[in-house]
């Protein structure tokens, strides 16, 4: 593996994430904005890594503050460069340089906003490069639509230049192959063109393909990799964009899911990060939404309409319309529907969670079961035991939050409220309708609720004149005429 990892490893990496985005209209980084539940620029982060390169750095400008605590958190191995003032990309490569003193070797320079792009792409653009000997080489793309794009001028193998939109001529711009803003330098090479530059163009600013012409007349050799799937190239300027490239991003994400042996029933409304791990035999129902670190063992069936947010599920579990984030699902457990459960949930094998249940920091054990209809927080719930429907495990007192215990093959009646902190033993059963403030030791019943008492006429006196008082009425001479025709029977 070492020898492999040499072998693709490159001088360096930089990463062009200084733009202001001013399309997307956003108070956040345009390199910020998520995509399969990553940022564009740790998605970009993690495509350089394919490459082992021995220094990465990333260019930032516009809300530099922002993007390097982004990426202090989910980068810390990555050089940060400032680029002052965004004079174009030759400016920002320069920016880069200046983190690399005395770099020599290859250097690939990508962007941080170019979501789809594949590690095997720039893994084959540097063995394209190695092979062909270059000083430069770009990769390109042959796109139906090539307005916008820097077009590549070729002498046949050999690339003389590229042209940007705005200077291109009309010959020009009806080419279709185009520049996608991805290279590998030799670093002596770029560092020569980079000094070279001068703003003469219609935006005055310092393009980083001019390198290229500067190559050229140096006599080195300047090549290009055309990559088939041309959609790798496209970057994300607008919400618009950002909304295409999550769709195919997730298309992508499924596809390769569904090779493995996941059966997406509507890949149309399923929705799956890029950092979700899928086993041989999930089935995922529509409108499902799998998120962050999430995993699902063989043969488990999530949804439909149902978010997982950095879940663990266990082999053969069934979650239908449920929302879950932070919790451990165990094999062959049954969630939902309409099922809510918070972080810090644990449940064990084949525990049962019904309709209309909440848990929060709840560890509920082996067959246990919490049917219907009730809040349950801070509690721990034994192997076997039966949660009543209406429960409710009342955890704050108004100041803190406390946990209430109930032991194994222990029955909770429906209607209860557990008030924190208690402890229900195993084997132990709580009346329907009670309020449990003290502990229930093994095997005993435990009953908190008040006498009844029924008030005879109360209706008559309080309630005169209303319908209830004359549903009561007529209830009650009706009873009098059975217990007349009783007593006459009788005689």
């Not at 490159?10 to 940022?39: E, N, Q």
């Not at 810090?344 to 209309?356: K, M, P, S």
């Not at 927080?377 to 035991?385: H, K």
């Amino acid at each position: 593996m070492a020898d492999q990892d040499a072998e693709k490893r490159v001088a360096a990496v930089v990463i062009m994430a200084a733009g202001a985005g001013t399309r997307m209209k956003s108070a956040i980084p345009k390199v910020l904005h998520r995509i399969a539940g990553r940022s564009m620029i740790g998605l970009a982060i993690d495509t350089a890594d394919a490459l082992s390169p021995e220094r990465l750095v990333v260019v930032v400008g516009h809300q530099r503050e922002l993007v390097a605590e982004h990426l202090a958190d989910v980068a810390p191995h990555v050089t940060v460069a400032v680029q002052e003032r965004q004079l174009g990309t030759g400016d920002a490569v320069r920016a880069g340089l200046a983190a690399l003193p005395g770099i020599a070797g290859e250097i690939v320079v990508t962007s941080g906003d170019v979501p789809l792009l594949a590690p095997e792409t720039l893994l084959d653009l540097v063995a394209a490069h190695r092979e062909g000997a270059n000083a430069v080489t770009i990769l390109t793309a042959v796109v139906p639509d090539p307005t916008g794009y820097g077009r590549v001028i070729r002498d046949g193998e050999q690339v003389l230049r590229i042209v940007e939109q705005s200077d291109a001529t009309d010959a020009e711009l009806d080419l279709a192959e185009i520049n996608a803003g991805i290279y590998v330098f030799d670093a002596g090479t770029l560092t020569e063109g980079l000094s070279a530059l001068q703003a003469k163009n219609a935006q005055g600013e310092l393009y980083l393909t001019d390198v290229i012409a500067h190559a050229r007349d140096a006599g080195h050799r300047v090549g290009a990799r055309v990559v088939a799937d041309y959609l790798q190239t496209e970057g994300v300027n607008d919400r618009v964009q950002l909304a295409e490239r999550a769709a195919e991003l997730n298309r992508r994400i499924l596809t390769r899911w569904m090779r493995d042996g996941v059966t997406v029933v509507d890949p149309a409304t399923t929705w799956v990060h890029a950092g979700v791990d899928l086993a041989e035999d999930v089935t995922l129902l529509p409108g499902t939404s799998l998120e962050g670190a999430t995993s699902v063992a063989r043969g488990a069936t999530i949804g439909p309409e149902t978010t997982l947010i950095d879940v663990e599920v266990g082999e053969n579990a069934r979650v239908l319309r449920t929302h879950a984030e932070l919790v451990v699902i165990g094999p062959g457990a049954t969630i939902g529907p309409f099922s809510y459960l918070r972080p810090g949930t644990e449940l064990a094998e084949n525990v049962h969670i019904g309709a209309f249940v909440e848990t929060k920091k709840a560890v509920i054990g082996e067959g246990a079961k919490v049917p219907h209809l009730t809040y349950c927080g801070d509690a721990v719930v034994g192997a076997g035991s039966n949660i009543g429907a209406g429960t409710i495990f009342a955890n704050y007192d108004g100041i803190g939050k406390h946990t209430s215990t109930v032991g194994e093959h222990s029955f909770v009646g429906s209607d209860s409220v557990l008030v924190a902190p208690v402890h229900i033993a195993d084997g132990a059963y709580v009346a329907a309708g009670s309020t449990i403030t003290g502990n229930v030791g093994p095997g005993e019943l435990a009953v908190a609720r008040g006498q009844q008492r029924n008030i005879r006429g109360w209706v008559a006196r309080k309630r005169p004149g209303t319908r209830s008082a004359d549903a009561a009425a007529a209830a009650l001479a009706s009873t009098e005429t059975t217990e007349q025709q009783t007593e006459e029977a009788g005689e």
